[in-house]
């Protein structure tokens, strides 16, 4: 590989990256630190978490306003109801992985399997906001005119 503007390992090891212009040449050398990336990974997790159990919760709050007489009223409670609990549990789980120390060996089977469990739940949880989504929130509009 040759050296020219833009080659760079992740790690910051190996080739130089021109980050100044063609006169002068700046080295890294400093390693990712694979806590500071999983962290950062976890928090932004965390934020769209919280945006989708935000939504979730509006969503209850429209269904309950249009109350029993909605054709899916018992679904879509039961559906956005499963869909916070998880969320929640995601978030938990969010929190357990960021606490462990990534540069420990021995912590790597633990986290993984955290991790792996974070991952389906996430889908889970996917799913079944695209059936909350089928079912539907809002009452459907009246076409008949006003008079």
Do not use: W
């Not at 429209?62 to 998880?86: C, E, K, M, W």
């Not at 993984?112 to 889970?124: K, M, S």
Request: net charge negative; aromatic share 6%; no cysteine.
């Amino acid at each position: 590989m040759g050296t020219h503007t833009g080659d760079m390992e992740l790690n910051g090891v190996g080739e130089t990256a021109n980050l100044q212009g063609e006169g002068s040449r700046i080295t890294r050398h400093r390693e990712l630190n694979m806590n500071h990336y999983a962290n950062k990974k976890s928090a932004a997790e965390s934020m769209l978490d919280i945006a989708l159990l935000m939504a979730n919760a509006s969503q209850l709050k429209a269904v309950i306003d249009q109350g029993p007489t909605f054709n899916f009223y018992i679904p879509l409670i039961v559906l956005i109801s499963i869909s916070l609990v998880l969320q929640i549990v995601v978030g938990v789980l969010l929190i357990f992985i960021v606490k462990y120390d990534l540069n420990n060996p021995a912590k790597h089977a633990k986290l993984d399997d955290l991790n792996n469990a974070a991952t389906g739940l996430v889908f889970i949880i996917v799913v079944v906001n695209i059936f909350i989504t089928a079912f539907g929130v809002q009452k459907p509009v009246d076409d008949a005119p006003k008079s």
